[in-house]
């Protein structure tokens, strides 16, 4: 039998650890200055005007001012004269008519007594509608100044650290070869 050599080998093992690399970013809220002015409103306005028409009215209750009173009456004669001539023929005709009997002087004295005096419209017309209102608005003056606003925005850069990772390579195992020789009988 020959003799052997044993040869073994042992491969190397490399070792790695490794630390990622790591951002911190940071950025801050923005400064906002805001400045703001309001609307000024003006506004003149009058008050309409409200006319009151009572004329009517008054005409109604008190017979209203003198001229219009007057007129009223004087216009009122013209119909109370015609209606007296009428009266008057009448009662002419009535004495004058022999055939009837009695006595027509009285009859007529005592129906002018129980007539009375004629009906004149002394007072106006007298209504709900007597009051006549009249209402003009004025013009609305309304001025607007605009107010302002103002924004003054302060913007932060953000802020970018870095930290670096590391990568450490070490040996975890050596190489090695081992050479075992035969067994040498010296005794022989």
Known sequence: ????????SQRALIGIESQRGQYE??????????????ATITA??????????????????????????WERIYSQYKQVAAQNIQQIVENGNRMGALHIKGSPIADIALGAFIEGAPDLQVFGHASPTNIA??????DVNIQVERGKLTVDAQIHRPDIQFHRGSVRIYMQQ???????????DITA
Do not use: C, W
């Open 1 to 8: 039998m020959f003799p052997r050599i044993s040869i073994q």
């Open 25 to 38: 970013i940071s950025r801050p809220q923005p400064e906002l200055k805001i400045h703001s002015e309001r």
């Open 44 to 69: 003149n306005n009058k008050p309409g005007m409200l006319s009151v028409d009572q004329n009517l009215t008054n005409d109604a209750l008190t017979g209203g001012k003198p001229q219009a009173f």
């Open 133 to 138: 209102f009249q209402y003009t608005p004025n």
């Open 174 to 184: 050596y190489p090695k070869v081992t050479i075992t020789p035969p067994e040498i």
